[in-house]
């Protein structure tokens, strides 16, 4: 498949391949989202504020004010539902017995593209799941304990930034969850592991967000607030007639101009229709993130499947295990 085919817009291609020699250079970190868990039927993040919601009404007997900011709204579930019913909550989502596929193509094919690092905010096991299904195996870190001192090591580590339920360990490692408010205060504003961790990707590393819409408000305050220290820091060494790396952030997000069928939608309709993209594109620039744009083709955003795919071609001599039951879950 040619990357051309894969875009609606001419500019997208320059990044596509601007993105493939980050890749290259040894240098580029994947940042995965819960958007590319969707087709293993995990729920986006929003779905999942909005399944706690039901849970805690159905719960309390009664239908509870929605409070319009979601990070609010988990604290307010938690403090109804209890500790031990929120914690059991997530495990029914996340833990060994979720009703949920251990991956998908997508995530196989993403682990076989050589980047330096895996990083996601994702609190299920495709990651982990596709690694061992390429038949590798990757040292895992989850919060609190992120150390970046391996994210450009020979072999690629997997960090989970936000936590991960441990089917192994399901009650001890759920505890350490960011989903609710003061979990995200407390671990992006009050401990600095989070903060550092950031610091030491965002400046020594390329990034490709998959899966992410970039709109989780504390992670993107620390890209901007960490994004003008390295400018800041870049002005002042330029000065001196020395120059700091480019670091390189790119984002592939879909077209969101879509009134009709998916399937009915042409590549025509998305470049005639309203420039809601191209501001967005402008606000995530200030950020230094490139983003494209690609057409979703299906509900399921095949297209961003396809995407995944020519990358792993382009960039990865690897062959891709045929797909094998997953039957048991270990951790280096």
């Given at each position: 498949?040619?990357?051309?085919?894969?875009?609606a817009?001419?500019?997208?291609i320059?990044?596509?391949?601007?993105l493939i020699?980050?890749?290259?250079?040894?240098n580029?970190v994947?940042f995965?989202g819960?958007g590319?868990s969707a087709?293993?039927?995990f729920?986006l993040?929003?779905?999942l504020v909005s399944m706690?919601?039901?849970?805690t009404c159905?719960?309390a007997g009664?239908?509870?004010?929605?409070?319009d900011?979601p990070?609010?709204?988990?604290?307010?579930?938690r403090?109804?539902?209890?500790?031990?019913r929120y914690?059991r909550?997530?495990i029914?989502?996340f833990?060994?017995?979720?009703n949920r596929?251990?991956?998908t193509t997508?995530?196989?094919?993403?682990?076989?593209?050589p980047f330096?690092a895996?990083v996601t905010t994702?609190y299920?096991?495709?990651l982990i799941?596709a690694?061992r299904?390429n038949?590798?195996?990757r040292e895992?870190?989850?919060?609190?304990?992120?150390?970046?001192?391996?994210l450009?090591?020979?072999?690629p580590?997997?960090y989970?930034?936000?936590g991960?339920?441990?089917?192994?360990h399901?009650q001890e490692?759920?505890?350490?969850?960011?989903?609710?408010?003061?979990?995200?205060?407390?671990?992006?504003e009050e401990?600095?592991?989070?903060g550092?961790?950031?610091y030491?990707l965002?400046t020594?590393?390329?990034?490709?967000?998959?899966?992410f819409?970039?709109?989780?408000?504390?992670?993107?305050?620390?890209?901007g607030r960490i994004t003008?220290?390295?400018?800041?820091?870049?002005?002042?060494?330029?000065?001196k007639?020395?120059?700091?790396?480019?670091r390189?952030?790119y984002a592939?997000?879909?077209f969101?101009?879509i009134?009709?069928?998916l399937?009915?939608?042409?590549?025509?309709?998305?470049?005639?229709g309203p420039d809601?993209?191209?501001?967005e594109d402008a606000?995530?620039e200030?950020?230094?993130?490139h983003?494209?744009?690609?057409?979703?083709?299906?509900e399921?955003h095949?297209?961003l499947e396809?995407?995944?795919a020519?990358l792993?071609?382009?960039?990865?001599?690897?062959?891709?295990?045929?797909?094998a039951?997953i039957r048991?879950?270990?951790?280096a």
């Amino acid at each position: 498949m040619e990357g051309h085919q894969l875009w609606a817009r001419p500019q997208d291609i320059d990044v596509l391949e601007s993105l493939i020699e980050s890749i290259e250079s040894g240098n580029c970190v994947v940042f995965i989202g819960s958007g590319l868990s969707a087709n293993a039927k995990f729920p986006l993040w929003d779905h999942l504020v909005s399944m706690l919601y039901e849970e805690t009404c159905t719960y309390a007997g009664e239908v509870l004010e929605r409070l319009d900011d979601p990070y609010t709204l988990v604290d307010q579930c938690r403090d109804v539902l209890g500790d031990d019913r929120y914690f059991r909550f997530l495990i029914d989502k996340f833990g060994p017995n979720a009703n949920r596929l251990p991956t998908t193509t997508a995530y196989q094919n993403i682990d076989q593209i050589p980047f330096c690092a895996f990083v996601t905010t994702n609190y299920d096991h495709c990651l982990i799941n596709a690694s061992r299904q390429n038949r590798v195996v990757r040292e895992l870190h989850a919060y609190p304990r992120l150390p970046a001192i391996h994210l450009r090591s020979v072999e690629p580590h997997q960090y989970y930034l936000h936590g991960f339920v441990d089917p192994l360990h399901p009650q001890e490692t759920v505890q350490f969850i960011i989903l609710s408010q003061n979990d995200y205060k407390r671990s992006y504003e009050e401990e600095e592991e989070i903060g550092s961790f950031l610091y030491q990707l965002i400046t020594n590393c390329a990034l490709l967000f998959v899966g992410f819409g970039l709109k989780d408000e504390f992670l993107m305050k620390q890209l901007g607030r960490i994004t003008s220290i390295y400018q800041r820091r870049s002005e002042e060494l330029m000065e001196k007639s020395l120059i700091l790396p480019q670091r390189n952030r790119y984002a592939i997000l879909p077209f969101s101009n879509i009134e009709r069928d998916l399937t009915e939608i042409s590549i025509t309709d998305y470049r005639e229709g309203p420039d809601f993209e191209e501001r967005e594109d402008a606000k995530y620039e200030e950020y230094g993130v490139h983003v494209l744009r690609y057409h979703p083709q299906t509900e399921s955003h095949s297209g961003l499947e396809k995407i995944i795919a020519f990358l792993r071609d382009r960039t990865s001599k690897k062959p891709l295990p045929p797909t094998a039951e997953i039957r048991d879950f270990a951790v280096a």
